[in-house]
């Protein structure tokens, strides 16, 4: 269990229905040996109460920045020493607007200013919020800036709906402190903005340090990611494990490359390069006919979702009910093939550069091979899935098969693979060209 004994946490609460979480939260911090003070915006204080928020940390609440303590000028700041972290659960797509500018116009906002411990966000709110231009620049900003970002999860929604924007559960809030906690002992800010200085050079330089065969100025790519959800009534529907990171890892390192990338997009709680375009789909079919629009002017093509392979050939308009069924106990679902987007633009007259992806339980590079030339695709990336590798993990490994060529891409963090693979794609590109 995670030990935070010794730990100071301001724990920041903002104005959503996910606010009632921060009350399990709280409870699970201060099990785990926390010392935690809570501070409520007023909008919180709609959602809970400063009473109950008061009993469980066993200090009183903050909310107001004109204190009388304040009046000497030490409250917001002697809080932002004390913390050794600032996590901030849920926060509200109005107070992830005022911190990414800088405005410290109550006391939460000010003590994200005042502060040199990391500072966490768990946004929450309904997925148009979330997914809204506006909320997406603010979170990129955050991101630059070093604040840790707990991406909201996909699910129900308060409003009803199904989509990004749900807060993370408290344990998985807690699994993401863990792992803060191991890494953030002794940060400060000086450290943070070294970092963040040497991060930007570092890519800096790698971009000044390409060669003109990896470069992809001028160059559109049209890429699809995520997995996609094939209906079977209006609640339910089949799909399958991809994450999407990949593909998304891979949008942001064709993008530092150079390239103008349109991605296409499966459901899932992603944050793309402000300069990537994203396209929404949810069924194959949808995807098919956004690829089948877009492909004519585009110079690469990676096909990077996990489409599912067949779709229920009549979704029930009606939910399904199980009382009908009740004298069955199996409910047959007749399955229909769906497109293969991959094969219709590789088979194109005049086709881009089509790389494909295979994920495999097994033998994976023979299937990749047989894959790789029964659609006549450019290049093909493979991996194994399956016993914790490939879906649903932050780490990869792909063998790379091209006619005549292939290169292993050994285990590594899924951006740094993609930024080899991205650069991959643009050799074989060029040469492509040039032949
Ligand atoms: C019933 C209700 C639920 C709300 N839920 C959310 C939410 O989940 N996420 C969000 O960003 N805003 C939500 N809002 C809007 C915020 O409360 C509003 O933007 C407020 O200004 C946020 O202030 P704060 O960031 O200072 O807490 C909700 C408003 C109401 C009335």
């Given at each position: 269990m995670l030990n935070l004994t010794g730990k100071n946490i301001v724990l920041g609460i903002t104005g959503g229905?996910?606010?009632?979480k921060a009350i399990i939260l709280l409870r699970q911090l201060k099990a785990a040996g926390a010392e935690v003070q809570v501070v409520i915006t007023d909008a919180a204080q709609a959602f809970v109460t400063p009473l109950t928020l008061q009993v469980l940390s066993n200090h009183p609440v903050h909310n107001n920045l004109f204190t009388p303590q304040a009046q000497s000028g030490i409250d917001h700041i002697e809080l932002a020493n004390w913390a050794n972290i600032l996590l901030i659960a849920p926060a509200s797509a109005d107070f992830i607007a005022r911190i990414a500018n800088g405005l410290a116009n109550d006391l939460l906002a000010t003590l994200c200013l005042a502060t040199t411990a990391p500072i966490i966000l768990a946004p929450a709110m309904n997925q148009n919020m979330w997914l809204h231009p506006a909320t997406q620049s603010n979170i990129q900003i955050l991101k630059i800036r070093q604040v840790q970002i707990l991406e909201p999860e996909m699910g129900i929604q308060a409003c009803g709906t199904v989509g990004p924007g749900r807060m993370l559960e408290p344990e998985a809030i807690m699994a993401a402190l863990a792992s803060n906690v191991t890494k953030n002992t002794t940060q400060d800010t000086n450290r943070l903005y070294s970092n963040l200085d040497s991060n930007l050079d570092n890519l800096n330089s790698n971009l000044d340090n390409l060669r003109p065969e990896q470069s992809l100025t001028n160059t559109k790519v049209l890429m699809t990611a995520g997995p996609t959800r094939e209906p079977i009534d209006p609640i339910r529907y089949i799909s399958n494990r991809s994450s999407g990171r990949m593909g998304y890892s891979l949008a942001q390192a064709l993008e530092e490359l150079g390239a103008q990338v349109s991605l296409i997009s499966g459901p899932c709680a992603l944050s793309v390069p402000l300069s990537v375009e994203r396209l929404w789909v949810e069924t194959a079919l949808d995807m098919e006919q956004a690829v089948q629009t877009r492909i004519?002017?585009?110079?690469i093509f990676i096909a990077t979702a996990a489409v599912a392979d067949y779709r229920v050939a009549n979704p029930s308009v009606q939910k399904i009910k199980k009382s009908l069924q009740s004298s069955e106990d199996t409910l047959t679902l007749n399955l229909i093939k769906n497109p293969d987007i991959l094969a219709q633009v590789a088979s194109?007259?005049?086709?881009?550069f089509t790389v494909g992806f295979a994920a495999e339980t097994q033998d994976v590079e023979a299937y990749a091979k047989a894959k790789l030339d029964s659609k006549k695709l450019s290049m093909i990336a493979a991996n194994l899935v399956g016993a914790g590798q490939g879906?649903?993990?932050?780490e990869n490994a792909l063998l790379v098969l091209w006619p005549g060529g292939q290169r292993n891409l050994v285990k590594q963090p899924k951006l740094s693979l993609a930024r080899n693979l991205a650069r991959l794609i643009a050799e074989r590109y060029h040469a492509q060209i040039k032949s």
């Open positions: 229905i996910a606010a009632y004519s002017d585009c110079q194109r007259p005049n086709p881009p879906f649903e993990v932050t």
